[in-house]
């Protein structure tokens, strides 16, 4: 399986360097860029993979393009940063960096940390994959099979979430049946993981 990897760098001699370091991997796609601004320009059009930002670039800089794509699962941004510098890359892991690369640095780190992004990058798709399906179907449900979910998720019985809507009993059993069937489920607990993996009913915090 091909893997691509986004080398975002104006120091060309850095650029060449990762790429040397890199290219013994097999099967991965390796695209350089001098800024990010021109890195940003191409994100819409790019494939999934694992984004190596210097901190410090002219225009747009490292932290400047992460918090552009850092909700954007198809990157795995890292970020690179001189020494001294761990400061900074703490701020950049806030909003979002999976790790950061001190320069000078060892090839066996780079690797290391390079190929745990493209395994969180894995995770995060698969996770992506299973909101959309969730979504997809709870988009299904009409309005009123919506509420009957939330009442079921709540606990309330048939009677009561008839009370609440006032609808009959047996009407409530209808739109169960048919919430059941559009979800493709045969038990409460599984409308109740697609429910939650929608987003449909946020998560109590603390």
């Known amino acids: 399986?091909?893997?691509?990897?986004?080398?975002?760098?104006?120091?060309?001699?850095?650029?060449?360097?990762?790429?040397?370091?890199?290219?013994?991997?097999?099967?991965?796609?390796?695209?350089?860029?001098?800024?990010?601004?021109?890195?940003?320009?191409?994100?819409?059009?790019?494939?999934?993979?694992?984004?190596?930002?210097?901190?410090?670039?002219?225009?747009?800089?490292?932290?400047?393009?992460?918090?552009?794509?850092?909700?954007?699962?198809r990157f795995a941004p890292v970020i690179l940063t001189g020494q001294g510098n761990v400061t900074l890359a703490v701020e950049a892991m806030k909003e979002g960096a999976l790790d950061f690369i001190e320069?000078?640095?060892?090839?066996?780190?780079?690797?290391?940390?390079?190929?745990?992004?493209?395994?969180?990058?894995?995770?995060?798709?698969?996770?992506?994959?299973?909101?959309?399906?969730a979504q997809a179907k709870i988009d299904k449900l009409s309005p009123r099979e919506t509420d009957v979910l939330k009442g079921l998720i709540e606990g309330r019985s048939n009677k009561i979430i008839a009370y609440d809507l006032d609808i009959s009993p047996r009407t409530v059993e209808i739109y169960r049946a048919n919430l059941m069937e559009k979800l493709e489920v045969r038990s409460l607990s599984e409308a109740l993981r697609i429910a939650f993996a929608a987003g449909l009913f946020p998560k109590e915090t603390s």
């Not at 091909?2 to 097999?26: E, K, N, W």
């Not at 780190?109 to 399906?133: G, H, K, P, T």
Request: aromatic share 6%; glycine share 6%; hydrophobic share 40%.
């Open 103 to 133: 320069k000078p640095y060892e090839a066996e780190e780079l690797l290391s940390i390079v190929d745990a992004a493209f395994s969180r990058l894995d995770q995060d798709s698969v996770e992506a994959s299973r909101v959309q399906s």
């Open 1 to 73: 399986m091909t893997r691509t990897i986004y080398i975002v760098d104006d120091d060309d001699a850095v650029r060449a360097s990762l790429h040397g370091l890199l290219s013994v991997q097999p099967d991965l796609v390796i695209r350089g860029f001098r800024t990010g601004d021109a890195f940003l320009e191409e994100v819409p059009e790019l494939d999934p993979g694992v984004a190596l930002l210097d901190f410090h670039m002219p225009g747009s800089s490292g932290l400047d393009v992460l918090k552009k794509i850092g909700e954007d699962v």
